[in-house]
């Protein structure tokens, strides 16, 4: 078991519990390196075709202070550095906890680990959650609560967004969601010895309905899987990278993609992402919106509450079938 965090030693070997069997490996190699997913504007017609096409895109203009973004990847890196015994203290394998820092993605089930530390903190009501967070660097506390307030504020521009995207009210999605929960990964891939033979995060879905992700800008490592070919993500400056989750997938009654995305790590330079998660509270109803559903177009999901899709989600290995498969 991978019980302990990977970025607390120096390795010059993949231990062997991390190394992927061959058919399941990255395949460095085959990445598509040169295209681009899109990047729009808030105000953008071309969003629709972004959800519809790629799921991911990278926003511009999205009004969250580029300063604060910085911050938020610097105070992640502080973190990391921080000795190994103050980090130890904070360690987790519990995915119930509502702060941790851990490791991998689940290693209590998985039987092959990811070269991922993690630390995952819930942030709604912020002030509920961040008496609990890290108290160390100083500043820590600060700064996470000031990013997740201004990224809040994107995820509902978003929804508005996406909404009307989809012709339907600009409340619709928010409304229909209800009072969203925040979560936070802060997602630390050291320097690995063999990057060819595992993976930061292998092939997953989100099941949240939206994730906003920042990242370093200098080290790539997020793929996105486009026509069955696995295409690297390279960010654009003070870009967020946005992507539908599978509750976005199940509203639009499929029209929008929970597409498949993965991080792989590399021998040269440690990586930092943050991911912002939006999500319903566990009782919420979720189904295609009655609007999209029609003659032409039957419900292609059934309703389900967000705690039955989610207990099903964790059950299950992250590179398995699209969970929503499982909701037809
Ligand atoms: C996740 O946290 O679910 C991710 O997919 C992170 C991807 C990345 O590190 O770029």
Redesign the pocket.
Known sequence: MADQLISTAVHDQLPENYARPETQRPRLHEVVSDAQIPVVDLADPDLAAACATHGFFQVLNHGVPVELMDAMLAVAYDFFRLPPEEKAKLYSDDPAKKMRLSTSFNVRKETVHNWRDYLRLHCHPLEQFVPDWPANPPSFREIVSAYCREVRGLGFRLYAAISASLGLEEEYVKKELGEQEQHM?V?FYPKCPAPDLTF??PAHT?PNALTI?L?DQQVP??QVLKEGRWIAVNPRPNALVINIGDQLQALSNGRYKSVW?R?VVNADKPRM?V?SFLCPCNDVLIGPAAKLVGDGSPAVYRDYTYAEYYSKFWSRNLDQEHCLELFR
Do not use: I, V
């Open positions: 990964a997602n930061g995060l989100d992700l990242m490592g997020l995305h991080a992402s991911a």
